[in-house]
């Protein structure tokens, strides 16, 4: 019994962020019917965010109400940075970048995420590189696999694969494909988005160190994310105010999966694994998303399978395998040498304090004996 809690301790990050690739596949499905549907990509971010604040803040005023740190004027500048960079910029891009593309598209370029986030945590010091450790090597060398076998699914499509489910809608398939506006600037959004996504797991990870509370800050972040994205949207959108309307149908259904899901729970999962494993961590499992929605879409929207983004998809494996084992070497050899670190730290704090104290004490002893000559 012990040793299945230690097992389950273990796995629990692992299995949380595969459900959660999971729920991101779902949203990709979701949001990409509602958009061939008409749906604006700037309102649906918007109702995305309405959504998950409105659900996560109760839970954030009950449960938090007696650990909530004091806001400051630092974490309130980061979350307002964080409402802007994944909310309001990447998901205005990567939906635009949708709509302008295809569901397994979108979510194969997407894997430039764990790349992102990657350099961007190594620039900062969040996550360490040693280049005399080989498990160093793998983390960056698996980081290159998983970037070229996104760009070898988007690029090279190769042969048909004649899948049961999807032959008789080959032809349907084909002219929808011709249709797409434009692949390369959905690309080129995607692309940025992915980047901004990226600064906003590295400065999550940054602001819960300051603001530990991850239902709080999921709620903030949305909240910021409705406001700053209903400016965006209202400028975007400015002359068409039909676009806001929403009844009960699949316009509705996105909004209200991706706001819980992914943005609500997404959010909150995330910052709690992160604070653990980092961000290089949770974006990781990114690729799998990709394979999820590859399956899925051959499915549920005729998309056609191509043998190119069945060997891309293996090629992203082995080089998410690569990243995890790296990182799965970094938990084993820093968390005892970061102990240490921070018992040297406290240390070294705790003995400058006492010098310190010395130092007043012998100053004061020497103006008393001063003042005692003097009278």
């Known amino acids: ?36 549907k008409g749906m604006s990509p700037h309102v649906f971010a918007v109702y995305r965010h309405v959504v998950a604040t409105i659900v996560v803040a109760p839970f954030a005023l009950i449960l938090d109400r007696k650990v909530r740190p004091k806001m400051t004027l630092s974490i309130f500048v980061k979350i307002l940075l964080l409402g802007l960079l994944e909310p309001t910029i990447d998901q205005n891009l990567f939906y635009t970048g949708m709509k302008y593309t295809t569901a397994t598209f979108t979510t194969a370029m997407a894997n430039v995420l764990p790349a992102f986030a990657f350099l961007m945590a190594w620039i900062i010091r969040l996550e360490k590189v040693n280049f005399r450790k080989f498990h160093s090597w793998a983390k960056v060398f698996g980081t290159i696999v998983t970037v070229g076998g996104a760009m070898f699914m988007t690029l090279i499509k190769g042969p048909v ?10 032809h349907q398939e084909s002219t929808s494909n011709s249709s797409v506006q434009s692949p390369i600037k959905g690309a080129l959004m995607i692309t940025i988005g992915c980047f901004s996504w990226a600064g906003f797991m590295v400065l999550q990870a940054i602001t819960l160190k300051s603001y530990p509370t991850e239902l709080s800050l999921t709620a903030l972040i949305c909240l910021m994310g409705t406001i700053e994205g209903t400016i ?17 149908d699949s316009k509705l259904l996105a909004a209200v999966y991706s706001g819980v899901i992914c943005s609500g729970i997404g959010y909150y999962v995330s910052g709690v694994v992160m604070k653990d494993r980092g961000p290089v961590f949770v974006t990781a499992f990114n690729p799998l998303c990709m394979i999820i929605v590859a399956i899925m879409g051959s499915f549920l929207l005729s998309e056609i399978m191509y043998l190119g983004r069945v060997v891309g998809a293996i090629i992203i494996v082995v080089g998410l395998y690569l990243v995890l084992w790296g990182k799965s070497k970094d938990q084993n050899t820093q968390s005892p040498g970061g102990n240490i670190k921070e018992l040297a730290a406290s240390s070294y704090h705790h003995d400058q304090q006492m010098a310190k104290t010395s130092t007043k004490i012998g100053a004061s002893n020497d103006r008393g004996s001063g003042a005692d000559e003097f009278v």
């Open 1 to 36: 019994m012990e040793s299945f809690a230690r097992f389950y301790i273990r796995a629990k990050p692992f299995l949380a962020v595969i459900l959660l690739q999971f729920g991101y596949a779902g949203m990709s499905i979701v949001s990409k019917f509602a958009l061939n």
């Open 161 to 170: 694969l004649d899948l049961p489910w999807t032959n008789h809608n080959y």
């Open 232 to 248: 965006v949207a209202l400028f975007l959108e400015r002359g068409n105010a039909a676009v806001w309307t929403i009844h009960l």
